[in-house]
């Protein structure tokens, strides 16, 4: 079980030893499987909700993900790191939805928006700033070509 998606690992990192590749969890197994059954989406955070921010991010600017990568020529929203970090949580909650069989990201998501990590002016910040999360199923190809 899973030989295939050890092989894929194995091309993928060809230096990685048979003892290592005999430490990969049957969850990062089933995550690899993932990709050969051709579940490629991209994670779209649209701002649409921003106030004092100061880097400027405002409604409508987005962030475009493909897999852990941030797509800097489709994303319109400058690299904020308070921005960008609660976006991990929803790169790992749609990993696990995905090892679990979810046919529709956007129907089985735990949470349907991301809030960056300033405060707000309200609870002792400055900015706040809220994005709405979706996925959109897209081809191999696509998938490695914004990724490369």
Request: glycine share 8%.
């Amino acid at each position: 079980m899973y030989e295939e998606e050890r092989e894929f690992l194995k091309n993928k990192f060809p230096s990685m030893t048979a003892e290592e590749q005999g430490k990969i969890s049957p969850g990062l197994l089933r995550w690899a499987a993932r990709f050969k059954k051709g579940m490629y989406y991209r994670m779209v955070a649209e701002c649409i909700y921003s106030k004092f921010c100061t880097l400027g991010i405002k409604e409508g600017d987005k962030y475009v993900v493909y897999g852990a990568l941030v797509n800097k020529q489709e994303s319109t929203a400058p690299h904020c790191l308070l921005a960008l970090a609660p976006l991990v949580e929803h790169y790992n909650l749609f990993n696990d939805r995905m090892l679990q069989g979810c046919d529709d990201p956007n129907q089985e998501r735990l949470f349907e928006t991301s809030i960056c990590l300033d405060r707000g002016i309200d609870d002792g910040g400055l900015g706040r700033v809220r994005f709405k999360i979706t996925y959109e199923k897209i081809s191999k190809e696509e998938w490695m070509a914004k990724r490369s």
